[in-house]
Structures are given as C-alpha cells and as structure tokens.
C-alpha cells in the first residue's frame, strides 16, 4: 500500500532510505530527545534499524509513521502520523496513536498541527478507527498543545514504566468528537 495525503504545506508518504541523513540529523540533536525519555541516537545503523522496524509496520499493521516533506522545498522536515501501538501502555493495548517529530530548524511553523490533523483526518476516514490516542511527557508543553488543537482531549496523566518512569500525559479523540469539531 502506497501513502500519499496533501495537506497545505506538506506531503505525508512512506519513509524511504533517501530520508535517512536528515532523520539522523533530527535524531542525533539532544534538543530534540528533552523530553522523549530516551537518548540522542549517536550512529546511523540506529537510524536504521528504526527505519526497518517502521517497514515491518506499514507491511504488518497497515500503519506506521510517515515522513513529512516540506512542498516549498522538497526537504525532509520530520516524520508524522498514527502508530499501532502493540505494546501495553497506560493499561491500554493494541490501539492507534498519533505521533511527531520534527528538525529543529522547522519547529513553530505550525507543521506538527498540519501533518497530525492530516493523520487524525486518515485514521477516522480511511482507517474507520473508533478512537485515536496521543501521548506526551508531561512536561512537553508543545506537543500537548499539537494535541490539543486536534482536538484531543486531556484525559489523566500515568508513569510509563518502560520509558524510565516518565510522567506522561494521556489524551484521546473519539470519531464522534472528530466528525463534530470545527478544527478540521
Ligand atoms: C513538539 C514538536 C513536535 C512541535 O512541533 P511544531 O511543528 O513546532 O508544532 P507547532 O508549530 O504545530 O506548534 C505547537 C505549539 O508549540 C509552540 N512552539 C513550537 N516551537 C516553539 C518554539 N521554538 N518556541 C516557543 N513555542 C514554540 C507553537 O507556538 C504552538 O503553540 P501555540 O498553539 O500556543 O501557538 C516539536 O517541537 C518537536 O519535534 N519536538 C521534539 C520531538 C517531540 O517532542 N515530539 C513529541 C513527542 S510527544
């Protein structure tokens, strides 16, 4: 299956080898990892093994991140979109989350909401999904606010025992409250 969603500014498609150097780039910056609950990636091979582990997802779950590409420049500004999360997370298991992430250098222009609207918007027309999940460390002020204006809704906060206790915040849109609001 082959992904391609237009939005505005950017272009959402499958990750692809090309993608790889500025993923590293992304990836090695520590500004980038403050509040991810890992480590800034110091060789490629991390890159990719990711960057296998996201193939095995598209070809096994249907769905995996996607890259993000600027149309103004044709670059390579991040990755974006839903994940089957297989893992338990919050007493939660085997459901969709939207996630981000983005190069520095393309942070504040907006381009998180964008390409995470436009995955909302796939997952509940495309995927049929009842409901979509997003995560964020507690303290990532930014990402909340991404969630937020797609209109997910705070719902607690848990301790993920698998990302060194981090605090973490758990927000949720359901299809109803999507096909309702006024932010799409
Ligand atoms: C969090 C992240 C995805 C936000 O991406 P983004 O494209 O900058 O987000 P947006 O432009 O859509 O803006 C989201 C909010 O963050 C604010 N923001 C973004 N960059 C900012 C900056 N450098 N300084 C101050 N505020 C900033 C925006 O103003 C906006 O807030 P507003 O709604 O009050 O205007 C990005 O900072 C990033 O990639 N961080 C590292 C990885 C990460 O934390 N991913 C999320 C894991 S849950």
Known sequence: ??????????????????????????DSNPEVHKYLGNQPVKNIEHIENAFLSIQQQYAENGIGRWAVIEKSSGNFVGWSGI?????TV???IDFHEVGYRFLQKHWGKGYATESAKAAVRYGFEEMKLKEIYGITNVTNINSR???EKC??????????????????????????????????
Do not use: P
Request: charged share 35%.
């Open 1 to 26: 299956m082959k992904f391609h969603i237009d939005t505005e500014r950017l272009i959402l498609r499958e990750l692809q080898v090309g993608d790889l150097h500025d993923w590293f780039e992304m």
């Open 83 to 87: 994940k089957f999360m297989r893992q």
């Open 90 to 92: 919050n007493g939660k």
């Open 145 to 147: 606010k991404v969630l």
């Open 151 to 184: 209109e997910l809704k705070f719902i607690e906060t848990f301790v993920w025992e698998d990302f060194d206790n981090m605090e973490c915040n758990w927000l949720k849109i359901a299809k109803e409250e999507w096909e309702k609001s006024t932010a799409y």
